[in-house]
């Protein structure tokens, strides 16, 4: 029977690593997330094997069929600008699982003294499940904090104690650090007090919230991903400690992928991991230019007649979506537009930064659901060098990913991040509703470019106001 386990095991950890290989890629992405579902559902049945007791097998499937009903609907109904979200949360009870597990361990072992293998008590085996405690616990609340700051239950802009805040949270890992020794040192004689246990759940997830309050939405992608990291490190963590080669490698496959993208995301913005978690930049509601500019700055205004000239006279027309496109449910509208444009020779590409909207492949996701062409989408390293044999760019509701001040700017809160170079093109269109500044609460020059025309409204409806006129011509 144990042959039989390890089998299935062995199998699902294939799924696992051929699904995750299909999500590389748009075209594959969907045939990837089945195939590791699938894999996940086979180790499901390896673990019910494993464990044989009918009364455990009850309690698994009862609470699996919780899950279920709880889980669905809003994975089902909710809207692509809820994604990252959804996501956040998701990620936390992931979490908050692995700290339930190693806390049901501590009792189930009467505080560790139970655990053993072949050659008796492992100090290993304690220092994981500590581990996965301490991470799981942080992992579990700052992801609330961080869909509570996409919701906009909080504000997006960074909330802290200013210079008090670091020393706080080293307080707070240092105290969740000496509460797992002393932990750890009970499980060597007569057991733990449990108190002390709480004491590292409380005091890490205290640590998740004062960690993720004080980083602004600008950075909130990098940080989802590094939390599924972290998550996926514990629940690894949590695996060696029960002994449970299912959840050692799934934990180990999150926590490698979530640090490969967060490193890439971070590199992304030009930005270290350290800086990010460090706080402070980034914030949804800064103060943004009026509507009639900033200064001595004015933006032109255009109408939807006016671009639909400009784009029925190019050659080769750069779309930009960003967040904005996506509250604005605007992507079918762009595709209509694209047809029509390339009905008359016109070739449309769209250009995607990689931390465009609120996490990452969000654009990719968003512009796929419309039926865009995965060909014509071009990441930012891609399309660079074409924006200056452009034409017309139009930008829907992207700010920071096209601000130039990230490149000419030294006082700039976001110098040196890469951004796409919009402003090379003959024409760009910015569609707006307002001159308001995005995320990062970074005022853009864009807006008030030479070449820079806006179009104020709901996107959507301008889009197909844009193409009523195209028709028209």
């Known amino acids: 029977m144990e042959i039989l386990v390890y089998a299935l095991y062995i199998v699902a950890f294939a799924m ?6 299909g999500l590389t890629a748009p075209r ?4 990837g997330n089945k195939i590791a579902a699938a894999g996940m559902a086979v180790a499901f049945v390896a673990t019910l094997i494993h464990i044989r007791e009918t009364s455990s097998w009850l309690i698994i499937i009862a609470a699996l069929v919780v899950g279920v009903i709880i889980g669905i ?3 089902r109904k909710v809207k692509m600008t809820a ?3 959804l996501v956040a949360l998701f990620n936390g009870v992931g979490g908050g699982t692995v700290a339930l597990i190693a806390w049901g361990e501590f009792i189930e072992s009467d505080g560790f003294t139970g655990l053993h293998v072949a050659s008796g ?3 290993p085996l304690v220092i994981a499940s500590l581990f996965a405690a301490i991470i799981g616990s942080l992992s579990f609340w700052g992801s609330i904090v961080a869909f509570m700051k996409l919701q906009q239950i909080l504000p997006g802009h960074p909330l802290s104690v200013g210079r008090l805040q670091q020393p706080l949270n080293a307080i707070l890992f240092l105290g969740s650090i000496i509460a797992a020794v002393i932990v750890g040192i009970g499980s060597v004689g007569s057991g733990a007090d449990p108190v002390w246990f709480g004491v590292i759940l409380v005091l890490a997830g205290i640590l998740g919230v004062t960690t993720v309050l004080p980083i602004g939405g600008a950075d909130m992608p990098v940080v989802i991903s590094l939390l599924n990291a972290l998550t996926g490190l514990s629940a690894a963590a949590a695996g060696l400690a029960l002994n449970n080669i299912a959840m050692i490698v799934a934990g180990m496959i999150v926590g ?3 640090s490969i993208l967060t490193n890439l995301m971070a590199k992304a913005m030009n930005r270290s991991i350290l800086s990010i978690v460090a706080g402070g930049f980034g914030g949804g509601g800064s103060k943004g230019a009026s509507a009639a500019g900033s200064g001595d700055q004015i933006a032109k205004s255009t109408s939807a007649a006016d671009a639909a000239i400009k784009l029925a006279y190019a050659n080769q027309v750069i779309v930009v979506p960003g967040y904005g496109l996506a509250v604005a449910q605007a992507q079918h509208a762009v595709k209509d537009m694209a047809k029509v444009l390339e009905a008359r020779g016109i070739e449309v590409k769209y250009a995607i930064h990689p931390v465009a909207g609120r996490m990452p492949g969000h654009m990719n996701v968003l512009l796929a659901e419309a039926d865009v062409s995965y060909d014509a989408m ?3 390293d891609d399309i660079n ?6 034409d017309v760019t139009l930008v829907i509701g992207a700010n920071d990913v096209t601000n130039p001040a990230a490149r000419t700017d030294p006082n700039s809160p976001i110098f040196g991040m890469p951004v796409l170079n919009v402003t090379e093109s003959r024409s760009v269109i910015v569609l707006k509703r307002s001159m308001s500044s995005g995320f990062a609460g970074v005022e853009n020059p864009l807006f008030f470019g030479e070449n820079t025309t806006m179009l104020f409204g709901d996107a959507k409806k301008s889009v197909a106001q844009v193409t009523e006129e195209l028709k028209a011509l």
Do not use: H, N
């Not at 594959?28 to 045939?31: I, T």
């Open 16 to 21: 696992f690593i051929l699904g995750l290989s």
């Open 28 to 31: 594959s992405a969907v045939r």
């Open 73 to 75: 609907p809003p994975a």
């Open 83 to 85: 994604v990252p979200q």
């Open 121 to 123: 008590p492992v100090l």
């Open 256 to 258: 490698a992928s979530g």
């Open 378 to 380: 071009k990441e930012m």
């Open 385 to 390: 060098d074409e924006f200056s044999r452009t």
